[in-house]
């Protein structure tokens, strides 16, 4: 251990603490104050190889468990994981920047993840279908898939994870995971709250490290059997092509462009409450950020007046410090992103309402920032900012708002604001997302299906259907002699 509770500087694989191969570590800095937090294993492909060797034969034990014993488990690290929140929280923080306040949702939801798949695990059921044979009996069983390999993003550095590893346990999957080098503690401490919750050594195994080195063999190695993955598109097309050599399953978390649209009907308060939370929440980093807002024109100038009000109300800072609604962002290649995105729109006749500019604390702060007169022509219709910036553009009529929200390759999330119903209904079918949220701006939750479409990307997270990634269906067709 080191520095914070929970800061450990090491790989765990088949139960033991250890470093790279060659010793080798790489930094790990806050983003906040660009301090170095501290140095973990740079391991790359033969780490790996060992990690999966022992998800392997941990399988063996952990696939045969009733699920009333892998339910106990994951009961008892969900309580772990609520027991040490503020140490969780404060680590999260440090390393990835959120508001404190955020950082303890993330824990909260991560604990809640788990306490979910631990009550699932208990309802995988088969299915007995009638014969078209009278000497013979159709069974259909689900088994757990093998060994996952579970790599996860710096937004969400937890609840990414706590969403595979939950379900992988309870179906009774075992796991190598590659946190992103970013926030790698996180994913660690996850490894000490799986001892203190008495899982098995080498059901959970989290290895750090050169990604090109460990996704490549995690994705070659013909012994794990699916990948799950969180981030971009570029990567995620990549890692489906890799695991394509051994016809691996796959989950893909990707990238989103998610329209926010705001009627003439709409009750602006709570539109600017929505807005709020989609857009500026982790300062702009989540897949689901509401990236374009579209207004219809009746409504546009009172709707940026009020969003504008709200944003400068914003308080930009540390994370730990108290009353800090938005950190910094992970770093300056983000930042660039922002600063690329602004100036693509002014150039082509978009104004600054507020905002603009990197924040005067300097790093990697940023202003809360809201562009108006954004047209479908500039960067930011087509391109995930992944940062806060809300561009403002206008609409005329409900089918034009739809087409230009679907106007895009992504379809991960969409939010819609209205007080009529036939057009909530009609937007909420017309929308090509996975998810939409109408009047509701903040809408992740456990108990209901996480993921996208189109090259969003597929499988669904949490909720009843998240145990399905994880597990095969079995025909079994008993002949009765
Ligand atoms: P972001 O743009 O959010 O950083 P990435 O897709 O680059 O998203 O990263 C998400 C995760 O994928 C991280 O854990 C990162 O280390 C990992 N990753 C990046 N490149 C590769 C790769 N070539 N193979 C496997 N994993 C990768």
Sequence with gaps: ?????????????????????????????????????????????????????????????????TAAERAEKLRKLAAALEKNKEELAVLLTTEQG???????????????????FAEEARRVYGDTIPSPWANRRILVTREPVGVVAAITPWNFPSSMLSRKLGAALAAGCTVVTKPASQTPYSAIAWGLLAEEAGIPPGVINIVTGSASAIGGELTANPTVKKITFTGSTEIGKMLMAQAAGTMKRVSMELGGNAPFLVFDDA????????????????TGQTCVCANRFIVQAGVYDAFAERFAK????????????????????????????????IADALGKGAKVLTGGKRHALGGSFFEPTIVTGVTPAMAVAKEETFGPLAPLFRFDTEEQAIAMANDTEFGLAAYAYTRDLGRAFRVME????????????????????????????????????????????????????
């Design 267 to 282: 009750d602006l308060d709570a539109a600017v409450e929505g807005a709020i939370g989609s857009k500026y929440r982790n």
């Design 430 to 481: 017309g929308l090509q997302y996975g998810q939409v949220g109408i009047n509701a701006g903040v809408i992740t939750t456990e108990v209901a299906p996480f993921g996208g479409v189109k090259e969003s990307g597929m499988g669904r997270e949490g909720s009843k259907y998240g145990l399905d990634d994880y597990l095969n269906v079995k025909y079994g067709c008993l002949g009765l002699s």
């Design 310 to 341: 709200a944003v400068r109300d914003l308080k930009v800072g540390n994370g730990l410090e108290a009353g800090v609604t938005q950190g910094p962002l992970i770093d300056d290649k983000a930042v660039r992103k922002v600063e690329e995105h």
């Design 1 to 65: 251990m080191s520095g914070l509770p929970f800061q450990r500087e090491a790989n765990l694989i088949g139960g033991e603490w250890v470093g790279a191969d060659s010793g080798a570590t790489f930094e790990v800095n806050n983003p906040a104050t660009g301090e170095v937090i501290g140095r973990v294993p740079n391991a790359g492909a033969a780490e790996t190889r060992r990690a999966v060797a022992a998800a392997a034969k941990a399988f063996q034990g952990w696939s045969r468990t």
């Design 98 to 116: 959120k508001p404190l306040a955020e950082a303890r949702g993330e824990i909260a939801i991560s604990a809640a993840y788990v306490q979910w």
